[in-house]
């Protein structure tokens, strides 16, 4: 059974950065596009950024667009989130997607809470 943990999230003031990780286990990482979503209290689950097995495409939600940033190292088996110029709208529930490309299995893990505040 697959798992992924988050880590990374914290409080950081308006303007900070923050990187997030997301380690995956139990299946095999470089087959699976990962991507980033998060929700707000009260809001619905929203994609932040996504990225396919091999790097070669990302995609980004229109909100982040030139401020976030995904990346992988297959060889960690770890997806990254690194946010720059964070803005209180940023607070979240920060969590990290698994899904394959051949059965469309997917895995979610737990969350990282994100809290933008000065």
């Known amino acids: 059974q697959g798992q992924l943990v988050e880590s990374g999230g914290g409080l950081v003031q308006p303007g900070g950065s923050l990187r997030l990780s997301c380690t995956g286990s139990?299946?095999?990482?470089?087959?699976?596009?990962m991507s980033w979503y998060r929700q707000a209290p009260g809001k619905e689950r929203e994609l932040v950024a996504a990225?396919?097995?091999?790097?070669?495409?990302?995609n980004y939600g229109d909100s982040v667009q030139g401020r976030f940033s995904i990346s992988r190292d297959n060889r960690k088996n770890t997806v990254y989130l690194q946010m720059r110029n964070l803005e209180p709208e940023d607070t979240a529930m920060y969590y990290c997607?698994?899904?394959?490309?051949?059965?469309?299995?997917?895995?979610w893990g737990q969350g990282t809470q994100v809290t933008v505040s000065s």
């Open positions: 139990g299946f095999t990482f470089n087959m699976y596009a």
């Open positions: 997607k698994a899904r394959s490309t051949y059965t469309d299995v997917i895995y």
């Open positions: 990225i396919t097995q091999n790097s070669s495409t990302r």
